[in-house]
């Protein structure tokens, strides 16, 4: 099971920390992955960290902005989001993979979502 926290009202220019806990099962070795969803629009990918630690956009909108980390001994990943703006709003969604490697649109699990809103 994948539980993301961390979400909540921000003014643009921001800052905030998305976590995501897995239970039940290790994330040690295996890809994980942020995605994000704003109502009415399709789900869009963020940033995937691979079982190895190397990062990959899903997005060039994040690209020095968003920064997506581990820590396997806690099965944890976080995505540190700085400098905010009001098109990053939306339901924030981890997800594992079964393999090693980043490949967007072949997670193999979705955990449930943190509503993060940026307004003044």
């Known amino acids: 099971q994948l539980q993301a926290s961390g979400g909540g009202l921000v003014q643009p220019g921001g800052s905030l920390r998305l976590s995501c806990a897995a239970s039940?099962?290790?994330?040690?070795?295996?890809?994980m992955a942020w995605s994000r969803q704003d109502s009415g629009t399709k789900r869009e990918g963020v940033q995937c960290?691979?079982?190895?630690?190397?990062?990959?956009d899903y997005t060039d909108s994040v690209k020095g902005r968003f920064t997506i980390s581990r820590d396997d001994a806690k099965s944890t990943i976080y995505l540190q989001m700085n400098s905010l703006k009001p098109e990053d709003s939306g339901f924030y969604y981890c997800?594992?993979?079964?393999?090693?490697?980043?490949?967007?649109?072949?997670?193999?699990?979705w955990g449930q979502g943190t509503l993060v809103t940026v307004s003044s």
């Open positions: 960290i691979d079982g190895g630690g190397g990062r990959t």
């Open positions: 997800a594992s993979y079964a393999k090693k490697d980043c490949d967007p649109g072949f997670e193999d699990y």
């Open positions: 039940g099962a290790t994330i040690d070795g295996y890809a």
